[in-house]
């Protein structure tokens, strides 16, 4: 089966640009947990979006959610990306 990946345009404002880069790795990572908890993915679905932080808008990250064998959402935060 061929994944689908959706593009979403909802972002999450985490910390400040004065939050040291591994504060905001863990804050990505409590966010996303929280998140992946609440998703609705469809087997083959993949739903990647941004974490900014809130006070001037600089990327942390991008999050990938998508579902495992087991049913479960997993998720992989990619921090290459980031404009900080």
């Known amino acids: 089966m061929k994944n689908i990946i959706i593009m979403s345009n909802d972002s999450i404002s985490i910390g400040k640009t ?29 739903l990647r979006f941004g974490f900014w932080t809130s006070d001037f808008p600089e990327l942390i990250c991008e999050a990938l959610f998508r579902k495992n064998v087991e049913g479960n959402i997993e998720f992989e935060l990619d921090f290459e990306q980031t404009t900080l």
């Open 18 to 46: 004065t939050d040291s880069f591994e504060d905001l790795q863990i804050l990505s990572k409590k966010e996303a947990e929280k998140i992946s908890k609440t998703l609705e993915i469809r087997e083959g679905e993949e």
